[in-house]
């Protein structure tokens, strides 16, 4: 193994017979004080931070909606009230005594509600669905509340609910007979997206502090060394939680539940990858050196190199999502960097430093000898003990095979994948958030009952803004002559000027479904269009509301997409280059990342739509696995290519080969699996769009683990020959015809 002398020397500083103990208390200072001092991330969530760019569509109409109509102001709970037999007097009756309280002492944030309790019952009748079933009760909140606050105001609903009837219509399940209450709409929605993942916080840790513990211990066969990593994973916790805290208590960052979901897994996952690749080389090195110490600053000298680059690599690719403009993938850029930064310097001080502690007995029971070492203790016991071996039989013979027969194995692997990745053109995406929700969450179920009674456009109208110059124009004529909507309101007049005028549009069909998003920009033409036969000279029109807002959040997240990813490619690039030195393993490193990316996709799509029966996958999910696919897969290819290249310039590029593949199988495999263990963690959830991200990530470092990394590239590498290392040159030290084995 071929060490660094300046990173051999930095394993003493922090790992040496006095230094260890150091490093171990200013890990454990840094967690004790900042935890107490600082705020942990999971405090600072902001679920409700804005999504969109101010220039967005959807944003503009908010602003001047919030201008010029001020009473409109506001966003709705839809309380949908329902009997499958009808709605009789006595549940109308109940309804106007919670509309009489909601009036006589409203909510927390509540803008208005409708007087219902004023109605007399045939009056409020005609407001009944068709089929006499069900009544909706909007409740309107100030616009931009706290998550936390509606879901306070929900809670108060279902009290003052319960107190006005006498039982409790939000609990009892739709097939039953009596009174049904579900709360949807932009609110209902929202709350539930914040429960559901609070939900799943804690269940989300344990399940993946499990799944890594118990991976680690029927990978390694060690309790000890199984507990290491997650030690170093929990310490840097410990430090990132109250960091990311403080951050976003200062307003320099923020951060919502599903980042903290995702930091999660990729912080227990890719931090156990890191510890494992410095673990694998001290392994090795303690099968040369007897002295433990010497061990340490040999794999020092061996790992740290590959394991910074590697860091550096998902740092920077995380980083590229600050080009993005969509608030979600914005916001994870500093808070998922930082979280590799710091796992990156535990994985290089705080677990060698417990590896300087504890010794050789991490391995128990399987504990790495010298020759000499084995040697004694076989004197000492009088029989002989297994030697344990650099390199296993079978990775040896991985080794082989890619050496041997580089043609056959890179047709095969390219068959697959190429095979895989020709499904990824069939996903079919989609922007509704309900989608995410499980069948039995309540504002999934209010919007079923929506749609099976009453217009599903209902659920959230679109709001059309003109500047009408003062003169006469028909716009819900125009509008209605489209075939997809239902309804246009008449006009409303602007109370700051009346050339403003504003239209309440419903859609026929589901206002969150792809094709009905699409039709945004014709509403807008429409309006257009009929502004001008009328000699509006420069028409402005505003399209807002939720469909607005989806349409908007398409157009955002499908340009963050052809911008972020070039960035992450070429800076991905750019640190391989300087890294390896040469053009060619660059392109073709990057080239096979790119093809298991696409390969991922598409086993992903057949998993979640055949087996999973998903109609769509959510449009976010391709560019966050894309950075998380490109970034982590591109580690194992760095980890491994580190070897071959630390080889080059003692053994033949055969021999280096097959050494580099054999002697880094083993780790990469398992930390592969721990990794793809922790994403699979994800599709356990009930949030549809973790289990689709989960899925195809899982799928993705499976793909890299079994296929990219031990054959594709190595066979690529094998038949490009010296042209690999172009344009730098081998400088062979001398010649040894095989490998080290």
Known sequence: MHENPLFSKLGGLVAGRRSKWVTLAVWILLTGILSVFL?????????????????????????????????????????????????????????????????????????????????????????????????????????????????????????????????????????????????????????????????????????????????????????????????????????????????????????????????TVLLFGAGTDYCLFFVARYRQALLAEKDKYDALRVSFGGSTGAIGMSGLTVIVSLLGLLFAHYGSNHRFAIPFSVAILIMAIASLTLVPALLAIIGRVSFFPFIPLTPDMRAEKEARKGKRIREQK???????????????????????????????????????????????????????????????????????????????????????????????????????????????????????????????????????????????????????????????????????????????????????????????????ATLYLIATVLLSYFSALGAGWLILHYFMDTTAIQGLIPLYAFVFLVALGEDYNIFMISSIWQERNRLKLKDAIRLGVSSTSSVITSAGLILAGTFAVLASLPIQVLVQFGVICAIGVLLDTFIVRPFLVPSITMLLGQAVFWPSKVKREHSVERAET
Request: hydrophobic share 45%; charged share 15%.
């Open 39 to 263: 705020p942990n991330v999971n405090s600072q969530e902001n679920n409700a931070a804005q999504q969109l760019p101010n220039d967005a569509w959807s944003m503009e109409a908010a602003a001047l909606m919030k201008e010029h109509f001020p009473n409109n102001e506001g966003v709705p709970a839809l309380v949908v009230w329902y009997r499958n037999t009808g709605l009789t007097d006595a549940d109308l009756a109940g309804v106007q005594k919670v509309a009489k309280q909601l009036t006589e002492a409203p909510l927390a944030a509540q803008k208005g509600v409708p007087p219902l309790h004023q109605m007399p019952v045939p009056a409020l009748k005609a407001m009944v669905a068709k089929d006499g079933k069900l009544l909706v009760l909007p409740i309107s909140f100030i616009e931009g509340t706290e998550t936390d606050i509606l879901q306070e105001s929900m809670k108060k609903l279902e009290e003052v609910t319960v107190s006005q009837l006498g039982s409790d219509p939000f609990e009892s399940p739709l097939d039953q007979e009596g009174l049904h209450a579900r709360i949807t709409g932009p609110v209902g929605i929202q709350t539930d997206a914040t429960a559901l993942f609070k939900g799943a916080d804690f269940a989300l840790l344990m399940a993946t502090v499990l799944l890594v513990l118990l991976l680690l211990i029927l990978l390694y066969r060690s309790p000890i060394l199984a507990i290491i990593p997650l030690i170093g994973v929990g310490f840097a916790y410990g430090i990132i939680s109250p960091i990311l805290g403080f951050l976003a208590k200062q307003g320099w960052i923020t951060v919502d539940a599903q980042a903290i979901s995702i930091m």
């Open 390 to 584: 650099p390199v296993s039989a079978m990775n040896a013979a991985l080794g082989r095979i890619v050496t041997e027969k580089p043609k056959s194995v890179l047709v095969i692997s390219l068959l697959i994948l190429i095979s895989l990745a020709a499904f990824a053109p069939q996903i079919k995406f989609t922007y509704n958030i309900l989608e995410s929700f499980p069948s039995s969450m309540p504002s999934r179920e209010g919007f079923s009952l929506l749609s099976e009674h009453v217009s599903p456009g209902s659920l959230a109208p679109v709001k059309v803004v003109v500047n009408t110059e003062g003169k006469q124009v028909d716009i819900p004529g125009a509008l209605m002559k489209l075939p997809y909507v239902e309804s246009v309101s008449k006009p409303e007049d602007s109370q700051k000027d009346v050339k403003y005028k504003a239209f309440q549009l419903i859609f026929k069909q589901d206002p969150y479904d792809l094709e009905v998003i699409n039709h945004i920009p014709e509403i807008h033409s429409t309006a257009d269009s009929a502004l001008s036969a009328v000699g509006v000279a420069a028409p402005q029109v505003w399209v807002g509301g939720e469909t607005a807002t989806q349409y908007d959040t398409k157009t955002v997240v499908e340009r963050d997409t052809k911008i972020v990813i070039p960035v992450v490619i070429g800076v991905i690039a750019i640190l391989l280059l300087l890294y390896l030195r040469s053009i060619v």
